[in-house]
């Protein structure tokens, strides 16, 4: 649902727009304290008349943005549009929005049950939020295999380093971009990861040219030797 409560973990910076239709109703939006909040204000524009507004009918439809580099995959798991519908007398109205969504609401005034105002309509900003971190990071030594968990579905891929455990300066850090669906990574030896190694992974989020990162978990592995001893 659209209303339900979600955990505050960054204050947003204030915007306010007004958007005045050709009739008689505007709305403001503004987020002034409350992280994810919005509040909409809806007001007349023109008191010459006599008409009093019944009620306010209110539609407000989302869309996640696309978060996904690949066009196919995006398209594919991209969520629908869904709209929800919200019939008030009050003229102003708190709403709680999801960040990296993208939010088109609609007002119309009506003053009786054949008389009202054109819609009057607002596109909210997108609320960008860096992504939640990944858990569960761990390595599969049979495999070979670097496995973890990520339960969101907000992430443009996984982001690994790979760096040996013994202190070489010859042997550089390896550096991978996995996808967004993707929960394991095979390494072979070829990365130099011999006696052991240190994996720092991380989700991360590309919108517009700018990069969002989650926090970093950290694991470190240690290799058997010929022997098998470790």
């Not at 008349?49 to 989302?62: G, K, P, Q």
């Not at 993208?102 to 008389?115: M, P, Q, T």
Request: proline content about 7%; hydrophobic content about 35%; aromatic content about 10%.
């Amino acid at each position: 649902m659209f209303y339900r409560d979600i955990r505050l973990e960054k204050l947003e910076t204030e915007f306010r727009n007004e958007y005045s239709s050709a009739q008689t109703s505007s709305i403001r939006v503004y987020s002034p304290i409350v992280p994810y909040q919005v509040q909409l204000s809806i007001a007349r524009n023109n008191t010459s008349d006599s008409l009093t507004v019944v009620e306010y009918h209110i539609a407000v439809c989302s869309k996640p943005v696309p978060l996904w580099g690949n066009a196919v995959l995006a398209s594919l798991f991209s969520p629908d549009r869904r709209c929800e519908s919200i019939v008030t007398t009050n003229s102003s109205v708190d709403l709680l929005r999801e960040p990296w969504t993208d939010y088109e609401i609609s007002v119309i005034a009506c003053y009786g049950a054949f008389d009202s105002d054109d819609p009057v309509n607002v596109s909210l900003p997108i609320l960008k939020k860096d992504p939640e971190p990944l858990s569960g990071l761990a390595w599969v030594e049979a495999q070979r295999l670097l496995v973890w968990e990520y339960e969101s579905p907000l992430s443009s891929g996984f982001s690994i380093s790979i760096c040996p455990a013994r202190n070489d300066p010859t042997v550089l850090c390896s550096n991978i971009e996995a996808g967004p669906l993707d929960r394991q990574y095979h390494i072979d030896s070829s990365l130099g990861t011999e006696g052991g190694f240190v994996v720092v992974a991380y989700p991360f989020i590309s919108y517009e040219g700018s990069t969002y990162r989650g926090s970093k978990s950290e694991i470190s592995v240690n290799l058997p030797d010929a022997s098998g001893n470790q």
